[in-house]
């Protein structure tokens, strides 16, 4: 068992620290925000991500897993310092290393003796060396070690991928710090997780390297899809068959309105603006960025042909959150979609399941509903830019009746095309056939 300090109780930080707990250490969630820290000790969780409010309240209870907002206190009293602050997109696509650069310097200023030192949230090439001159110019003579242990996490499955990863990146200058990070994540070895051992810049770039690569596979399967539709092709069946393929796997080849997140677009800018800095550009990865954009707008444009005049009608927008699973909207094409309808005087109709209250601090002026039912009635279109299972099983009769024109935009092709064609809908989707 081990004595593990978390700092920065985010998205991360939350559930690294009640899965570093179920394995049995003794962890302390850290964050500058009291507010967040008063809310976890009164056992409320400040985010949204299924089995992580009993994850924290069974090791709140067996006494592994506590909160704190004495930063300086929790270094002190730890043997090992997690750094999951946020990293969010800072000016020029690099990334804003504010928070870490905070976090560095308490961490320097409260050594007492050795510690190792883990940033697991995503930070650029290079950081983690910059991080321990931070430390060195303030305790020159500082005992401790500094690791890269970069987190794969997904919203929505976060505990799933923490309890059982792909793999364990742990970037390393000794074999001492290494030792240390074997047993943290010992709990793993039973299902025999592979623990890759690697430098400390090597770490940081597989983290890039991995996210930017799963977001490149998206906006080609855009692509494709886009020219799908002028051929006559189903991007559907394109995918099922490339799946097929060993080499490619079926995994994020599903087309949409674009992808968001906390994650995908500020690493594609950061690993972009690594390679200008290193004289070493990715081409590939600017260009999955510019198509993602245009992929977002490229929904409005085919609403536009749907209603031909946006002005004065009403849309209702079915989906708000980035993805199902999840409250979050960050870098949500449902931002940018609803934002352009605004814009071309559409009256907008909003659902969503659980992002409700996050989207209204974006868009406070727009109507928002308790159910699709809701939001689809007298609706001269709707739009589908979240798979969420309600909407899947979406009865089409129902929604026929409850809408004053049935023209239907299924941005995630959830639906059944053979259905909606016996329904006389007017239908689009991405890289499928459409109505006439
Ligand atoms: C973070 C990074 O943003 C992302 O790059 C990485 O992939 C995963 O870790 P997330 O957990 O979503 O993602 O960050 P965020 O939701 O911004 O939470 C960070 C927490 O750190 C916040 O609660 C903030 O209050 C806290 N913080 C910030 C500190 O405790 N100290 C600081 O100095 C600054
Ligand atoms: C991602 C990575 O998957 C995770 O490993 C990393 O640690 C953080 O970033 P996350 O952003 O939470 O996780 O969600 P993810 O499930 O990857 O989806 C990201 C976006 O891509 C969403 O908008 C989703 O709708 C979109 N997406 C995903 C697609 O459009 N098509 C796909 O096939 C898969």
Redesign the pocket.
């Known amino acids: 068992m081990r004595r593990i300090t978390i700092?920065?109780?985010?998205?991360?930080?939350l559930v690294s620290g009640a899965g570093l707990s179920e394995f049995g250490h003794h962890v302390i969630c850290?964050?500058?925000?009291k507010n967040?820290i008063k809310e976890l000790k009164s056992g409320q969780i400040p985010i949204y991500e299924r089995g992580l409010e009993s994850l924290v309240k069974q090791n709140v209870a067996k006494g592994r897993l506590h909160f704190s907002w004495d930063v300086h206190k929790v270094i002190q009293d730890s043997e090992i310092i997690f750094i999951?602050?946020?990293?969010?997109q800072g000016n020029n696509g690099e990334s804003d290393l504010g928070?870490v650069e905070?976090?560095a310097k308490a961490i320097g200023e409260n050594l007492n003796g050795y510690k190792v030192i883990c940033t697991k949230?995503?930070v650029p090439v290079g950081t983690g060396k910059w991080i321990e001159d931070i430390i060195r110019t303030i305790q020159p003579n500082a005992d401790f070690d500094y690791v890269s242990n970069p987190?794969f996490l997904r919203e929505g499955a976060a505990i799933k991928d923490f309890m059982h990863p792909d793999r364990v990146v742990i970037g390393t200058r000794t074999s001492k710090a290494l030792e240390v990070m074997r047993e943290v994540y010992r709990a793993l070895y039973i299902n025999e997780t592979p623990i890759l051992s690697t430098s400390v810049e090597t770490a940081e770039m597989v983290k890039y390297a991995s996210n930017a690569f799963l977001a490149l596979k998206i906006s080609y399967i855009n692509e494709i899809a886009n020219l799908c539709e002028m051929v006559g092709a189903d991007v559907h069946e394109v995918a099922r068959a490339m799946g097929l393929d060993g080499r490619i796997s079926p995994k994020f080849l599903h087309p949409g309105p674009g992808f968001g997140g906390?994650?995908f677009p500020?690493d594609m800018h950061a690993l972009v603006a690594t390679g200008l800095k290193n004289n070493s550009p990715l081409p590939t990865i600017e260009a999955a960025i510019k198509t993602n954009v245009s992929q977002k707008t490229r929904m409005v444009g085919k609403l536009k042909r749907l209603i031909n005049d946006l002005n004065g009608k009403t849309v209702a927008v079915l989906g708000l959150a980035f993805k199902p699973q999840t409250d979050d909207v960050r870098e949500a094409a449902s931002k940018v979609v609803v934002s352009e309808l605004v814009k071309s005087g559409v009256i907008v109709h909003a659902y969503d399941p659980i992002a409700i209250e996050n989207f209204k601090n974006h868009f406070p002026d727009i109507n928002y509903f308790g159910s699709w039912q809701g939001a689809v009635k007298d609706a001269d279109a709707c739009i589908i830019l979240t798979e969420w299972n309600e909407f899947r099983g979406m009865d089409l009769g129902e929604l026929k009746t409850l809408m004053k024109v049935p023209i239907i935009l299924d941005t995630k092709n959830i639906l059944n095309i053979q259905e909606l064609e016996s329904l006389d809908f007017t239908y689009d989707n991405v890289g499928r056939r459409k109505s006439e």
């Open positions: 700092i920065g109780t985010g998205y991360v930080g850290s964050d500058v925000d967040k999951t602050v946020g990293t969010p928070a905070s976090v949230s995503t987190e906390s994650c500020k």
